[in-house]
């Protein structure tokens, strides 16, 4: 499950660039069909990259098998993302319980400018548990 | 600006069902692309669904021109989206100020199931002010 | 342990007006000494308000001993409360599941306009189990 | 304005131990009448600590007269805080713009375990605007 990225993070073009302990850092290179009304980067896009970062931070620490499904994801924009820039993902788990998680994320511009930030909590779950219903 | 979908809501499949009045009805056909590692739809795709849907409701209570950049997206995941399934967003705006706008949303299975709630901010910025710099 | 207002409750002077079935309403009349430095009503009152609401909110639906520990609070504000004027807050629970749950509030002053809007979501753990670790 | 605490700071009983350049150390000496049904400390107080400390953090790097009210609050809550324990909030504005600003904040109990953690997000408003309506 953990072993490479997910078909979604595939298809976006999302790609780990480290992971582990705790801490992943995750890019996407944003092409001219991410764009908004505005014609920046859609908003969506920067909350899907945010969410994979952490989800993957989350699974870092967790043994094999044990599901971790975001029940919450909350993402403040400061600055656009400009369309054919890479967007960088810093993510880190800020707690890791027996049945809740939480991770916090960093969303830079190649500039190095803070285009946003995000958290997201967790449940954690045993191998065995029904994952339809939180 | 606001006569047509974005690229991005083209590109992913979202489409506006209703739209008018502060209300906002989008749909996203969910695909196997958007697959996350638990063989569920990807968070970030209900996130990107709301951010739209949100976005499109606010828009449809301001002035042509006015743009309103969300400044803040917060997403409740209650029960994961199914690939194949068509998910539905019905957004609503709350508050509409001179300076900022607030919406939210809620996210919808095929079956009616409630799959998500969201809020989101917005910042109302008249047509000649600069959108790089919130 | 439901029973009655919390210390915190009856110190602030939050009163229940009515509770059952996943709704609660509650008043909290603001007095000077809930002043911040702008002479309005502090909101961190506000969100006290919310998070006593939707928590009473939520144990309404839950058996007898079931603790539920909110996990998150998000609170929008709106407009600001005035010094001296009764708020109401008007929380419903939006998903009770489990392990997990979720509530949402409405704010409002004695005219009727929208103050703030907030969610939470909560841990649904078994009498026996430690709280003190989530 | 900002040359002291709140009344609501000082009924609460909020200490500022250190603030300036865009960062504030506030501390709650929690009190029995803090208590909620579970005998810890209601989550409310743990959300006005952080709202007065990210409002006095963003308070520090703009210019006198400038308002600047939240109109956003997320708490993210990781453990109980224990009644007479002293919790200490530590904020840090991340980003301060023309219109908008944002904080986020720790907050730990006495033996330094992350109690929780928060951001807000703030609207930026010259002296003369109107404050009653964002």
């Known amino acids: ?3 490479g990225p997910s078909p979604a993070q595939r298809w976006i073009g999302i790609e780990v660039r480290s992971l582990g302990g705790g ?12 764009q908004n009304s505005a014609e920046m980067v859609h908003g969506g896009f920067i909350a899907l ?3 994979s970062a952490m ?18 994801l909350k993402v403040n924009f400061i ?22 998680g939480m991770a916090e994320c960093r969303l830079l511009g190649e500039d190095g400018r803070l285009v946003a930030t995000a958290t997201a909590t967790f449940a954690v779950l045993p191998p ?7």
Chains 1, 2, 3, 4 share one sequence.
Do not use: W
């Open 1 to 3: 499950m953990r072993q």
């Open 23 to 34: 801490e992943a850092v995750l890019e996407l290179c944003t092409r001219p069909e991410m």
């Open 49 to 51: 990259l945010a969410d």
């Open 55 to 72: 989800g993957s931070a989350m699974g870092s620490v967790l043994p094999e098998g044990v599901r971790h499904p975001s029940f919450d």
């Open 79 to 100: 600055a656009p993302g400009r369309i054919g820039e890479r967007l960088r993902a810093v993510a880190k788990v800020i707690h890791s319980g027996r049945r809740t």
């Open 128 to 134: 065995t548990s029904d994952q339809n219903e939180a």
